[in-house]
């Protein structure tokens, strides 16, 4: 048997192997190949269904946790991120300083979009993700904080984080959207909220920290409007976003 030679064929070889173990054919979108250096979504073209007697995934991917019915934010943190640390520990860094509630659930949820969903603009994405259930102050300040980071403020201590020199080099310079994104910021009347996360955002993570959701799960409920029918099954602007987290693989 010969290997498949080119990156495509080996990523159309493993989904194959994917497939050939589950009794579905699963398929990745666009965006996922992109993000293996590849264009297109798979499954699109040829038609695999006649070859194997298969049909495409149309519901729940059975290699992922199972959402409840009526997915609440922590069924999907549960389910959906491989970890909450980081998030746990910036919010438990706000609780400590006396935050305001609102400021303790933008630290808590200032990274969903890279815990669940996507990293590239995380800060928009998330924002986005979780606008139809926040005041809007909360969600403003989750979206000015992918910029904010990039940018000192001495006044609350805050230092352009050394993590960065060392993932992005010394003479990364933010993209200019970034950058109008920052100069716009800084002169809203919610940048001080947007900058808190930024404070509480700490890269000193310690494995031995001890966090837990006990402390949040009422901050949650008191301030993160939970549609009654579960997140993705309501007819929020993001309702469509929380149903491909739920399923990522659905066909269509
Ligand atoms: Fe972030
Ligand atoms: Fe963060």
């Given at each position: 048997?010969?290997?498949?030679?080119?990156?495509?064929?080996?990523?159309?070889?493993?989904?194959?192997?994917?497939?050939?173990?589950?009794?579905?054919?699963?398929?990745?979108?666009?965006?996922?190949?992109?993000?293996?250096?590849?264009?297109?979504?798979?499954?699109?073209?040829?038609?695999?269904?006649?070859?194997?007697?298969?049909?495409?995934?149309?519901?729940?991917?059975?290699?992922?946790p199972k959402l409840p019915d009526k997915p609440t934010l922590l069924d999907f943190f549960r389910c959906r991120a491989k970890g909450t640390?980081?998030?746990?520990?910036?919010?438990?860094?706000?609780?400590?300083?006396g935050m305001p509630e609102t400021t303790i659930l933008a630290c808590l949820l200032h990274d969903v979009a890279n815990a669940i969903f996507?990293?590239?603009?995380?800060?928009?994405?998330?924002?986005?993700?979780?606008?139809?259930?926040?005041?809007?102050?909360?969600?403003?300040?989750?979206?000015?904080?992918?910029?904010?980071?990039?940018?000192?403020?001495?006044?609350?201590?805050?230092?352009?984080?050394?993590?960065?020199?060392?993932?992005?080099?010394?003479?990364?310079?933010?993209?200019?959207?970034?950058?109008?994104?920052?100069?716009?910021?800084?002169?809203?009347?919610?940048?001080?909220?947007?900058?808190?996360?930024?404070?509480?955002?700490?890269?000193?993570?310690?494995?031995?920290?001890?966090?837990?959701?006990?402390?949040?799960?009422?901050?949650?409920?008191?301030?993160?409007?939970?549609?009654?029918?579960?997140?993705?099954?309501?007819?929020?602007?993001?309702?469509?976003?929380?149903?491909?987290?739920?399923?990522?693989?659905?066909?269509?």
């Amino acid at each position: 048997m010969t290997l498949p030679s080119t990156l495509s064929e080996r990523a159309d070889a493993l989904e194959q192997q994917m497939s050939d173990e589950l009794d579905v054919l699963l398929t990745k979108s666009a965006l996922a190949n992109m993000e293996d250096g590849q264009l297109g979504a798979s499954g699109m073209g040829f038609d695999r269904t006649t070859k194997t007697g298969k049909h495409y995934l149309m519901g729940d991917d059975p290699r992922l946790p199972k959402l409840p019915d009526k997915p609440t934010l922590l069924d999907f943190f549960r389910c959906r991120a491989k970890g909450t640390n980081h998030l746990l520990q910036s919010a438990t860094h706000a609780l400590k300083a006396g935050m305001p509630e609102t400021t303790i659930l933008a630290c808590l949820l200032h990274d969903v979009a890279n815990a669940i969903f996507i990293k590239s603009d995380h800060g928009y994405w998330g924002a986005q993700l979780i606008e139809p259930y926040v005041d809007e102050e909360v969600s403003w300040a989750i979206r000015a904080h992918q910029a904010l980071r990039f940018f000192p403020d001495e006044s609350v201590g805050y230092k352009y984080p050394e993590a960065y020199i060392k993932h992005f080099g010394a003479d990364y310079e933010p993209d200019e959207y970034i950058k109008a994104a920052y100069k716009r910021a800084r002169n809203h009347k919610w940048y001080m909220s947007s900058r808190m996360i930024t404070v509480h955002d700490i890269y000193s993570f310690d494995p031995n920290a001890v966090v837990s959701w006990e402390p949040f799960v009422d901050i949650v409920g008191r301030n993160f409007r939970q549609p009654e029918e579960g997140l993705g099954n309501d007819d929020s602007p993001s309702a469509h976003m929380w149903r491909t987290i739920r399923r990522p693989t659905k066909y269509l």
